[in-house]
């Protein structure tokens, strides 16, 4: 299914360093000491945030053998994380678009949103779209975006009562473009 292939490709990139370390990866040479530096963090979150990419298999930490100087350690991306470079370029548009901030910063916040722009817009219905969100960081992060502008809450007393959510009328453009941009990578 499209749509559930373009959450996971949501989810991959939530998170407070993942986008930022893709986009900025090439532009350093992949160096471990011009990447921290550029994005301004410290040496033991990135070592932290490049092991956890390593593992999911979105960028490969080279050999002595294979970088251009044997001590300084040194960053590749792999071919899922060329992918999820450019998934990450059309996040990054639309998060500038929407002016909300950084959503990618928390988990599950773009999953919600690709999840009521295809029309989950009763909460049991989200959760069985994103099974692996707790119920409360669901509702944690529902309640935030509702915060944000991002979406409409209103109250339905049938067929059960309780909320209905949809994407706010400013921000469905910018998603669906987007989403657009995620599909023609895949």
């Known amino acids: 299914m ?9 989810h991959d990139l939530s998170g407070r360093w993942t986008i930022p370390i893709l986009l900025s990866l090439k532009e350093t040479g992949g160096r471990f000491s011009p990447l921290q530096h550029r994005l301004d963090i410290s040496p033991s979150r990135l070592s932290e945030n490049l092991k956890k990419l390593e593992a999911k298999g979105i960028v490969k930490h080279l050999s002595p053998y294979e970088r251009r100087h044997p001590l300084l350690p040194e960053y590749q991306l792999s071919e899922k994380g060329l992918f999820l470079q450019e998934a ?5 548009v ?8 950084f959503l990618s910063e928390k988990l599950w916040n773009w999953p919600v949103l690709l999840a009521l722009h295809h029309e989950y817009t009763r ?22 975006l509702h915060e944000n502008g991002l979406v409409d809450r209103w109250m339905e007393a049938s067929p059960r009562p309780g909320f209905t959510y949809a994407l706010d009328a400013g921000s469905r453009p910018v998603i669906c473009r987007m989403e657009g941009d995620l599909l023609s990578l895949i």
Do not use: W
Request: glycine content about 2%; charged content about 30%.
């Open 2 to 10: 499209t749509i559930v292939r373009i959450i996971e490709v949501a």
């Open 88 to 92: 990450s370029k059309a996040i990054h």
């Open 94 to 101: 639309a998060e500038q678009e929407l002016d909300r901030g």
């Open 123 to 144: 909460f049991q219905m989200i959760r069985k779209l994103l099974p692996d969100a707790t119920p409360r960081i669901l509702s944690t992060r529902i309640d935030e």
